[in-house]
């Protein structure tokens, strides 16, 4: 919806004459919706009807509802309800100094790692207001962000091409040279996560020579060390924290700095001066290998459908997460009286898990258990009892017979998959 | 390039494991490094593969006993470099990678102590002109100077590469587990040192470093211009029993709910 008020002389006429016969209905829609106690006036300013606020309680007496609960239920999608931008605009022209940073993207939008790095990148760039930077993004491939410059980034390469869609590590940095060479950024940020800027900022750095500071959580001012920077990171397998002059090449942890939030950037498009160097690639990316669920370890498991004492239906139980493509996981009860391999064991004896999806079949949540299941994002409980512990945990629990929902998730499942065949059919 | 495999047949394959001293994350033990053990069992897991260890750096008791370690898993001995504690063991493994000549390198993604920056294959790499690899998960065949592994992915996804040796690959968690070290052949086995120049490395000795300090947990700051919200968020209590809860609904309805949220997450494959 445009946010352009338009006015209707008409209807504002109307709604000034009380005795026209269309004299409410006209309010009401000025008011836009339910409520007539509230419109736009002729001069554009607010009106007000105070004896349309309100509605008549339970007991017959007329309420007044002032935290604006009340109007905010009634009046959904509103012009009040949606926020309002607050950001302030920031531009750059003529920035003083780059600081370049290479977000994951990860899954084509940026993570809430890439977010902090670039509100790292902010507090370097923005440290000295008479000699401001620009902070550069350098994308690669196709990606489906749209909020950069929310991000807080004034410059935006895009390195396109079939070349960077998959893993090729050695094009990227060759990429990576060429923004160096052409731009000169003063620093360069990158993400420590383990497979994405992770490994590209070791090979920049040591293309380009430089000695990064890896693991990087903390960066303050201070001057008496060459880049005016002084940064903490983690060694040692994240047991020692080395305090050391930031260098030029930075790769950092998450949370290393709050996002940006308060301003709205620019987000330019840059574009390099050269075409790209032709790279002999000695890596070769053949592409994802399906893997069986069953294979992978629980601690890497993405997916995991785990049974406890209360099911009693082993076949069922393993048909189900055959069906499902999960990994199997067991609470120890169903591990000690010999239904599952004790590998399978999930909880503070057994695997830490961090699932995405973790779906607790027939077991009461005790404490050792849910210690495992921490770091799961959504927890779903299939149980008998409803005031066990794993309910309290679960996103979502079903009371129910364990095998009987089972049951019915794989025909659900099984009825899913054969439209899925259906449709593909049919295209 | 200028080093070229130099044999084509899977037979005969050369493998270095680069291999640390690690230190155990509650007992601060000296001990055989985590990853480094199981780029050892990954290279023991090859067939037909002359598999070399190489440790660069000082040999305290302490070490020694920690390098036994790997000497339990069933091999003869440990090329040792010998460096100063504070020495930059990059050039002297250079060298001594350049007389070995293998075919594939395996390292660990980083050290247990020290700064543990990750960043020894790399340079390795950049120093010898070989590609690397990060996340070695499996090798699943060498022919002909090229090998096809497998690199794990998150959330236990892998994914295929092809890469001409020699290379370097590290390896981390997600490889299989490192076989236990057998007493007796630790003590067998034997620790070849050779003395070879240590270079200092200058800018380490400006670092300050202590233990790790708890990081401080992120406030949530709630910027809107309504009091009421900003009353709600800070008035609201931490996240729990937010969950849904569907009783007294048929095993179907329960099922059609949690294959709504499968579906939503995304699992469904
Ligand atoms: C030192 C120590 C370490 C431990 N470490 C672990 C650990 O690492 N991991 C671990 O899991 N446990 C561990 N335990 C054990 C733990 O305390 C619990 O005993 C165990 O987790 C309970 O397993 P459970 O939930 O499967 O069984 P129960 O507690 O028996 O729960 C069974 C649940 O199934 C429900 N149910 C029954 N029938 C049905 C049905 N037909 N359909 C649906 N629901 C049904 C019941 O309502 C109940 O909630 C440890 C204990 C100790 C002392």
């Not at chain 1, 930077?133 to 410059?155: C, M, P, Q, S, Y």
């Not at chain 2, 660990?108 to 790399?122: D, I, M, Q």
């Not at chain 2, 070290?181 to 000795?205: H, T, Y």
């Amino acid at each position: 919806m445009s946010d352009i008020i338009r006015r209707d002389p008409r209807k504002e006429w109307i709604a000034r004459n009380r005795l026209h016969p269309e004299h409410l209905e006209v309010l009401a829609e000025l008011g836009g919706g339910a409520s007539p106690s509230e419109w736009t006036g002729p001069s554009g300013l607010t009106r007000r009807n105070p004896h349309a606020v309100g509605f008549i309680g339970p007991n017959g007496i007329k309420r007044i509802d002032r935290s604006g609960a009340q109007q905010a239920a009634n009046q959904p999608g509103s012009r009040q309800a949606q926020p309002k931008d607050t950001r302030r605009r920031v531009e750059i022209e003529a920035p003083a100094f780059m600081v370049a940073v290479v977000p994951d993207l990860s899954g084509g939008r940026l993570s809430s790692h890439d977010r902090d790095l670039l509100g790292l990148a902010r507090q370097l760039a923005d440290a000295d207001p008479e000699r401001p930077g620009a902070v550069l993004a350098i994308v690669f491939g196709t990606h489906k962000e749209t909020t950069f410059g929310e991000a807080g980034v004034d410059r935006l390469l895009e390195v396109q091409g079939d070349a960077f869609s998959g893993y090729l590590p050695e094009t990227r940095i060759a990429a990576l040279q060429s923004v160096e060479r052409e731009m000169a950024p003063h620093y360069w940020l990158l993400p420590d996560s383990s497979l994405g800027g992770g490994e590209l900022g070791r090979r920049l750095a040591v293309r380009l020579g430089e000695r990064p500071a890896t693991q990087v959580w903390q960066v303050e001012a201070d001057a008496d060390t060459d880049t005016g920077w002084r940064c903490t990171a983690r060694g040692a397998a994240g047991t020692t924290d080395i305090a050391r002059a930031m260098p030029r090449v930075v790769l950092a942890l998450a949370e290393c700095a709050e996002p940006v939030s308060e301003t709205r950037h620019a987000a330019q498009p840059v574009e390099l001066a050269q075409a790209l160097p032709e790279v002999l690639g000695r890596i070769e990316d053949m592409g994802e290998v399906a893997v069986d669920p069953a294979s992978v370890s629980l601690a890497e498991a993405e997916f995991i459908l785990s049974a406890g004492n209360g099911v009693k239906d082993w076949d069922g139980y393993h048909h189900a997460a055959q069906v499902l493509g999960a990994t199997k996981g067991a609470s120890r009860v169903a591990v000690d009286d010999g239904f599952m391999p004790r590998d399978r064991q999930v909880g503070a004896t057994g695997t830490w898990v961090s699932a995405r999806v973790y779906v607790a079949v027939g077991i009461s949540g005790a404490i050792q258990h849910l210690q495992g299941i921490q770091s799961c994002e959504k927890v779903v409980a299939i149980n008998l009892d409803e005031g066990c512990d794993m309910i309290k945990r679960a996103d979502l629990s079903v009371i129910g017979d364990a095998s009987e929902i089972l049951a019915a998730l794989v025909a659900r499942i099984e009825r899913y998959r054969e439209e899925q065949q259906e449709n593909r059919d049919a295209a | 390039m200028q080093h070229d495999a130099k044999s084509s047949s899977h037979a005969g394959l050369n493998v270095a494991v680069l291999v640390t001293v690690g230190r155990h994350p509650v007992t601060a033990r000296a001990r055989r490094a985590d990853q480094d053990a199981r780029a050892v069992e990954m290279a023991l897991s090859l067939n037909d593969a002359a598999v070399r260890l190489v440790h660069a750096g000082g040999n305290g008791d302490d070490n020694e006993e920690a390098l036994r370690g790997y000497l339990g898993m069933g091999i003869g001995e440990i090329n040792l470099i010998k460096q100063a504690s504070s020495a930059d063991v990059v050039p002297a493994l250079v060298t001594s990678l350049r007389d070995m000549a293998p075919q594939l390198v395996l390292t660990g993604t980083r050290a247990e102590t020290g700064e543990g920056s990750g960043l020894v294959p790399y340079l390795l790499a950049e120093a010898l002109g070989w590609p690397v690899i990060s996340g070695l998960a499996q090798v699943e065949s060498i022919e002909q100077g090229v090998a096809t592994v497998l690199q794990a992915l998150p959330r236990g996804k892998r994914r295929r590469l092809r890469v001409r040796l020699p290379a370097i690959a590290t390896v981390d968690s997600s490889a299989p587990a490192a076989r236990q070290s057998a007493f007796g052949p630790a003590r067998r086995g034997e620790l070849a040192a050779r003395a070879c120049a240590s270079v200092p490395d200058e800018l380490q000795e400006q670092w300050h470093v202590q233990p790790a300090r708890k990081r401080p947990k992120r406030l949530k700051i709630v910027k809107s211009a309504s009091a009421r919200d900003r009353f709600k968020a800070a008035a609201a209590k931490a996240d729990s029993g937010s969950g849904q809860l569907l009783s007294d609904v048929s095993p179907e309805q329960g099922a059609e709910a949690i294959f709504n949220l499968l579906k939503e997450e995304g699992v469904l494959r």
